[in-house]
């Protein structure tokens, strides 16, 4: 029996390091992005792909629609939609903490929301990870909105993970430092800037989405039965402990 499993934000960096690891373990995927052209880009003509806003209750009605059409119930869902806004609470416009709230946290409730639902339609098992951030665990200057966003996710990985655990439906997150992904270019496109972030933390160097990728993968197997309602750290130590200082 086919294993089908949902990426959304499918065309980024960790999205499309997702979907590899997937795909690699033998997943059918569906692909989804605000952006066709960007799909086609990262895919070709390989797997189905959606273009849908993710943020939008009609947004995630149209992915569940589509893979409907297409035959496909996804049990598995890598929801990897999300964005980094940067400012001090007091100088954040709010266009930019909307936007933040929007592409971190809302986009997540909304499509776990649809694949819950279609689970639960089905009477079918289950297994989501969601995305949320070391600065969702520990203070880090600047990182207001994103940390309030992301925390956001982790309450929502614990609460739905309660809610349907009964169904067989697990709800898992990760909460990365950060990584090498066109995301993060502003942080990291310049020598001293990269050097800076590598030096922060314990386990001095930048996470790859490769390697989040991996545990997210995982995370959705069956290899990870047993595991839901837990948000796992890929953070050199950066949130739990203090290096010593020489």
């Not at 569906?30 to 880009?41: P, Q």
């Not at 890598?78 to 609470?89: Q, T």
């Not at 990182?143 to 439906?169: Q, T």
């Amino acid at each position: 029996m086919d294993r089908i499993a949902l990426v959304t934000g499918a065309a980024g960096g960790l999205g499309r390091a997702v979907a590899a690891g997937l795909a690699a373990d033998g997943w059918r995927l569906i692909v989804v992005s605000r952006d066709a052209a960007r799909l086609a880009a990262a895919f070709g003509d390989r797997h189905l792909q959606i273009e849908a806003d993710c943020s939008t209750v009609a947004g995630v009605r149209q992915i569940f629609e589509r893979a409907a059409a297409a035959g496909l119930l996804p049990t598995a869902l890598a929801h990897c939609v999300g964005n980094i806004r940067l400012g001090s609470v007091h100088r954040m416009s709010e266009a930019d903490f909307d936007d933040c709230l929007r592409a971190n946290l809302v986009s997540a409730f909304h499509t776990l929301g649809g694949f819950i639902g279609a689970l639960r339609e089905a009477r079918s098992p289950g297994s989501a990870v969601l995305v949320s951030s070391a600065a969702a665990q520990i203070g880090t200057p600047n990182h207001e909105a994103v940390a309030a966003a992301k925390a956001g996710v982790e309450g929502l990985v614990r609460g739905a993970a309660a809610s349907h655990a009964a169904a067989g439906i697990r709800v898992n997150g990760v909460a990365p430092g950060i990584m090498d992904t066109p995301a993060t270019s502003a942080i990291l496109g310049s020598a001293a800037g990269r050097d800076a972030a590598a030096r922060q933390y314990p386990l001095p160097g930048i996470g790859s989405a490769e390697e989040l990728a991996q545990l997210m993968g995982w995370l959705l197997s069956e290899h990870a039965a047993r595991v839901t309602g837990q948000v796992w750290a890929m953070d050199a130590g950066f949130t739990r402990i203090r290096p010593l200082v020489k």
